[in-house]
């Protein structure tokens, strides 16, 4: 199971919100280390965690730990201000609308070219006229702090929130990661179920892939598996784009070093036509040198120069 996974179909976590989403896992001392990577607005967003066998009667059973994430649950977006995890998308802006005495909260956000939203409502903390508010989205268990602390009404806001954070809160998250399907050189079907209070529950599942994209096998093999699991339906899962584009980022490359990206050289470049070479310096009278003395050589390690 170790090496590279991409993630092809999901069932939706707010954690995965990006596109090219994989996964990495190395043998480390009987740990796992696993390292997600997902790309979000051209930047690789990554987070790094562990996973375990959570029995030891050889079945597909792991647990997997990420610092600092507590929950599935999320705090919503209430604020247009520095980037906060529901905050991965671009044009984040919020609209506030009067409504008797309550404040309608209308966030906006786009994601990969479509518009994400959420609705909430703002009420006066106090009643000594300060600028202190308690925002309320659904899905939070308690309204949040909204403190105005600089504006001029018409240009500008300058918007400040604090919660204090318990010591379960800081813990490490473990999430169930059951495997119910797998062929090591080929596809994975896992599998997530959490409690959520006495009355439901919430399910996640992964289709993972070697490669860019799902074989009929694994498609056969997945939908055998799905057929028996209730929870389980193809309608709930959301395709991952592994496309070349969606792939792309430019990556911190330090200066003197091969510059290396993802994806594959793109053969449709624009050049110039009608191309004169007798007319071109660049390819009159050019020479390569090369060094043989190389053991093991290598297209950078060949000097190029031009004799003009």
Same mark, same amino acid.
């Given at each position: 199971?170790?090496?590279?996974?991409?993630?092809?179909?999901?069932?939706?976590?707010? *954690? =995965?919100?990006?596109?090219?989403?994989?996964?990495?896992?190395?043998?480390?001392?009987?740990?796992?280390?696993?390292?997600?990577? =997902?790309?979000?607005?051209?930047?690789?967003?990554?987070?790094?965690?562990?996973?375990?066998?959570?029995?030891?009667?050889?079945?597909?059973?792991?647990?997997?730990?990420?610092?600092?994430?507590?929950?599935?649950?999320?705090?919503?977006?209430?604020?247009?201000?520095?980037?906060?995890?529901?905050?991965?998308?671009?044009?984040?802006?919020?609209?506030?609308?009067?409504?008797?005495?309550?404040?309608?909260?209308?966030?906006?956000?786009?994601?990969?070219?479509?518009?994400?939203?959420?609705?909430?409502?703002?009420?006066?903390?106090?009643?000594?006229?300060?600028?202190?508010?308690?925002?309320?989205?659904?899905?939070?268990?308690?309204?949040?702090?909204?403190?105005?602390?600089?504006?001029?009404?018409?240009?500008?806001?300058?918007?400040?929130?604090?919660?204090?954070?318990?010591? *379960?809160?800081?813990?490490?998250?473990?999430?169930?990661?059951?495997?119910?399907?797998?062929?090591?050189?080929?596809?994975?079907?896992?599998?997530?179920?959490?409690?959520?209070?006495?009355?439901?529950?919430?399910?996640?599942?992964?289709?993972?892939?070697?490669?860019? *994209?799902?074989?009929?096998?694994?498609?056969?093999?997945?939908?055998?598996?799905?057929?028996?699991?209730?929870?389980?339906?193809? *309608?709930?899962?959301?395709?991952?784009?592994?496309?070349?584009?969606?792939?792309?980022?430019?990556?911190?490359?330090?200066?003197?070093?091969?510059?290396?990206?993802?994806?594959?050289?793109?053969?449709?470049?624009?050049?110039?036509?009608?191309?004169?070479?007798?007319?071109?310096?660049?390819?009159?009278?050019?020479?390569?040198?090369?060094?043989?003395?190389?053991?093991?050589?290598?297209?950078?390690?060949?000097?190029?120069?031009?004799?003009?």
């Amino acid at each position: 199971y170790l090496g590279r996974w991409r993630l092809i179909e999901t069932y939706f976590t707010e *954690q =995965q919100s990006g596109t090219c989403n994989d996964a990495t896992y190395t043998l480390n001392n009987n740990v796992v280390d696993v390292y997600n990577t =997902q790309v979000i607005n051209q930047q690789l967003d990554t987070i790094n965690g562990t996973a375990t066998l959570a029995t030891t009667d050889g079945s597909a059973k792991l647990l997997v730990n990420f610092p600092g994430k507590r929950k599935f649950d999320t705090v919503p977006v209430y604020w247009r201000n520095t980037s906060t995890e529901q905050q991965s998308g671009t044009c984040n802006d919020a609209t506030y609308t009067l409504n008797n005495n309550v404040v309608d909260v209308y966030n906006t956000q786009v994601i990969n070219q479509q518009l994400d939203t959420i609705n909430g409502t703002a009420t006066l903390a106090t009643t000594d006229g300060s600028a202190k508010l308690l925002v309320n989205f659904p899905g939070t268990s308690a309204p949040a702090d909204y403190w105005v602390l600089d504006t001029d009404y018409d240009s500008y806001a300058l918007v400040y929130s604090c919660r204090n954070i318990n010591a *379960q809160e800081q813990r490490e998250v473990v999430i169930p990661f059951w495997i119910l399907s797998i062929n090591y050189n080929d596809f994975a079907l896992a599998y997530s179920c959490i409690n959520d209070g006495s009355d439901f529950r919430k399910i996640f599942s992964w289709k993972l892939s070697r490669t860019k *994209q799902l074989s009929a096998a694994a498609n056969t093999a997945m939908n055998s598996v799905m057929a028996n699991n209730v929870v389980l339906d193809n *309608q709930y899962y959301q395709a991952i784009d592994q496309s070349d584009r969606a792939c792309f980022f430019l990556p911190d490359i330090p200066l003197g070093q091969p510059v290396v990206l993802p994806g594959q050289c793109n053969v449709n470049i624009p050049v110039v036509q009608n191309f004169n070479v007798a007319r071109s310096k660049i390819m009159t009278g050019m020479k390569i040198y090369i060094d043989f003395s190389l053991k093991n050589p290598r297209i950078e390690d060949f000097p190029l120069a031009t004799s003009l």
